[in-house]
């Protein structure tokens, strides 16, 4: 599920409402026709109320119900980070992921009478930040280690998750990417086919949904992407062109830029490997993008990367 209610805070604003104009359940019967049992059921969490409902209450309560039901999702919230998110998994940079854990708590307890969050995903978004400076630092604390931080998020939100039996699980938006991180410490564990595996199965999940936002293509491209890492891993660099080919193709098709340099990279890694000559092409692919998106220490770093790791050195 992609779309979430905290019922209960929703039904207790809902009470606050009520109560601030003077309103027994009774009245509120007499006034609109919604049953008191219908009301009490919604003031206590129990429920999710029918459209009609809400449309009578918003009329007694003089307040768009509707509205305060969207600010009850829990990732509504949240939701307004993922740009910054997906711009430090993609860039990362230390700095920027201080900055955003400041930002979530300095929102949160700003906004938290305007926008009703659940404090258990919040939780999991700020291990999330902690584990990506793990991921990238290999350091997380010395007695806990990044993935089993992860795991314990997971298990914030899903009764004794156990990452073995994965798919037995269904997976919010910030869970399926706390699952992605995970994958990427088992690939760092040397275990790239499971890591895989993991990635495959969330890809699977993703693309099976009706409707597709901005945020669930950022996923799907950062999968692809990770996929072809873990083959590169694998000495399968035929597998990798096949993966990044499909990645790059899916950016066109949704006319976005976001990882496209890191796909092209992954093909021109493997296209190296392979002997192909076509692999000048794309690397030099891979760093325009990266020049075009104006960052040049992430391009250096590239640039350096591919010198002393392939011997490679492309001029642009």
Not at 11 to 17: A, F, I, S, V, Y
Not at 106 to 122: G, Y
Not at 186 to 201: D, M, P, Q, T, V
Not at 218 to 243: G, P, Q, S, T, W
Request: hydrophobic share 40%; aromatic share 14%.
């Amino acid at each position: 599920m992609f779309i979430s209610y905290n019922l209960e805070d929703f039904g207790q604003e809902l009470k606050k409402l009520r109560k601030s104009l003077g309103f027994s359940q009774i009245d509120v019967q007499e006034k609109v026709g919604v049953n008191v049992d219908t009301i009490r059921k919604v003031e206590s969490g129990r429920v999710i109320p029918r459209y009609d409902t809400l449309e009578l209450l918003s009329v007694a309560y003089k307040e768009d119900l509707l509205e305060l039901l969207k600010n009850c999702r829990p990732n509504k919230f949240l939701m307004e980070f993922y740009d910054d998110l997906d711009y430090i998994i993609t860039c990362y940079d230390k700095a920027s992921t201080a900055n955003l854990k400041t930002k979530l708590l300095q929102n949160f307890s700003a906004n938290l009478n305007l926008s009703i969050v659940n404090p258990l995903e919040l939780q999991q978004f700020i291990i999330f930040a902690d584990c990506v400076d793990a991921y990238y630092a290999d350091i997380y604390s010395p007695n806990i280690t990044a993935k089993q931080a992860l795991v314990n998020a997971l298990q914030l939100t899903i009764h004794n998750y156990n990452i073995k039996k994965f798919k037995r699980y269904k997976y919010s938006y910030i869970e399926f990417r706390i699952l992605i991180l995970i994958s990427l410490f088992i690939a760092n564990e040397l275990n790239f086919a499971f890591s895989n595996e993991i990635l495959y199965y969330i890809l699977e999940k993703i693309s099976d949904r009706a409707y597709i936002t901005k945020y669930l293509d950022f996923l799907i491209i950062n999968l692809r992407f990770n996929i072809a890492y873990n083959y590169h891993m694998l000495d399968n660099h035929a597998k990798v062109i096949e993966v990044a080919d499909t990645g790059i193709a899916y950016c066109i098709e949704k006319r976005t830029n976001h990882a496209l340099f890191s796909l092209y990279y992954r093909k021109a890694i493997a296209q190296y490997k392979l002997g192909d000559s076509q692999y000048i092409e794309s690397m030099k692919t891979a760093f325009y993008l990266i020049k075009a998106v104006k960052i040049p220490k992430l391009l250096e770093q590239y640039q350096k990367i591919t010198l002393e790791k392939y011997g490679i050195s492309i001029e642009l």
